[in-house]
Nanobody, 124 residues
Framework: QVQLVESGGGSVQAGGSLRISCAAS????????MGWFRQAPGKEREFVAI???????YYADSVKGRFTISRENAKNTVYLQMNSLKPEDTAVYYC??????????????????WGQGTQATVSS
C-alpha cells in the first residue's frame, strides 16, 4: 500500500505561484494514477487534476491553463505547479492515488489512498 505525504504549501499573493509536492512510499507508485483534490473552508472537497500512470493529464475547468500536474517516478513524487493564483484557490490540497482509472476520475471516493493535506493561501 502506498502512503502519501504532501509538502510545499504556503502563502502567496494573487498572481503568484506555488509548487506543492507529494512523496509516496512503496514500490508500486509508478502504477498508480495520482490526483490532487482541494477543500476550501466551508466547501466540499473538489477535484483539481490527475496524472495517469502513463502520463496523461486531466484538469478541472477552474484550473485549466494555470495549474500543471507532473510526476517523477524515479523519486516517487507527484507535483502540482500552480501559477496565476487567485484568492479562490485558497484551500487545503490533498494528494491521492488510485490503482484504476476511468471516466470517474473526479469522484474522490474512487481513490484508494490519501495524504494528510497541505495548506495553500492566496491573498488579494
Amino acid at each position: 500500500q502506498v502512503q502519501l505525504v504532501e509538502s510545499g504549501g504556503g502563502s502567496v499573493q494573487a498572481g503568484g505561484s506555488l509548487r506543492i509536492s507529494c512523496a509516496a512510499s512503496g514500490r508500486t507508485f509508478s502504477s498508480y494514477n495520482m490526483g490532487w483534490f482541494r477543500q476550501a473552508p466551508g466547501k466540499e472537497r473538489e477535484f483539481v487534476a490527475i496524472i495517469t500512470w502513463s502520463g496523461n493529464t486531466y484538469y478541472a475547468d477552474s484550473v485549466k491553463g494555470r495549474f500543471t500536474i507532473s510526476r517523477e517516478n524515479a523519486k516517487n513524487t507527484v507535483y502540482l505547479q500552480m501559477n496565476s493564483l487567485k484568492p479562490e484557490d485558497t484551500a487545503v490540497y490533498y494528494c491521492s492515488g488510485a490503482r484504476a482509472f476511468g471516466s470517474w476520475y473526479e469522484e474522490q471516493h474512487r481513490y484508494d489512498v490519501w495524504g494528510q493535506g497541505t495548506q495553500a493561501t492566496v491573498s488579494s
